[in-house]
């Protein structure tokens, strides 16, 4: 089993910048994708940006260009850099792990991290 730990949010004026970190412990045999989903109230948990198996970064069109989605492998970590931060970034941030514990394929949450755009 995974435990994913969440760091980073809080609130920050318009055109600023966070950094979100995502650490994980636990049992597993290798991570696959990585990802960070963000929920804004009232709407739907949405992709902000992932990181595939094979390496490449896809991120959500509204954030393309201002964020930022990395990992550190060796201390099993992910993060997302967020610039020019707008009111509409305000939301919940999970971070999502894919992971392998033998043949069986897990997929594990983040307790989510708010990040709040307001001046």
């Known amino acids: 089993q995974v435990h994913l730990m969440e760091s980073g949010g809080g609130l920050v004026q318009p055109g600023g910048s966070l950094r979100l970190s995502c650490a994980a412990s636990?049992?597993?045999?290798?991570?696959?994708?990585v990802a960070w989903y963000r929920q804004a109230p009232g709407k739907e948990r949405e992709l902000v940006a992932r990181?595939?198996?094979?390496?490449?970064?896809v991120y959500a069109s509204s954030v393309k260009g201002r964020f930022i989605i990395s990992r550190d492998n060796a201390k099993n970590t992910l993060f997302l850099q967020m610039n020019s931060l707008k009111p509409e970034d305000t939301a919940v941030y999970y971070c999502?792990?894919?992971?392998?514990?033998?043949?069986?394929?897990?997929?594990?949450w983040g307790q989510g991290t708010q990040v709040t755009v307001s001046s």
């Open positions: 990181i595939t198996n094979s390496g490449s970064r």
């Open positions: 636990g049992s597993f045999s290798s991570i696959t994708s």
């Open positions: 999502n792990v894919d992971y392998l514990n033998g043949p069986q394929l897990y997929s594990a």
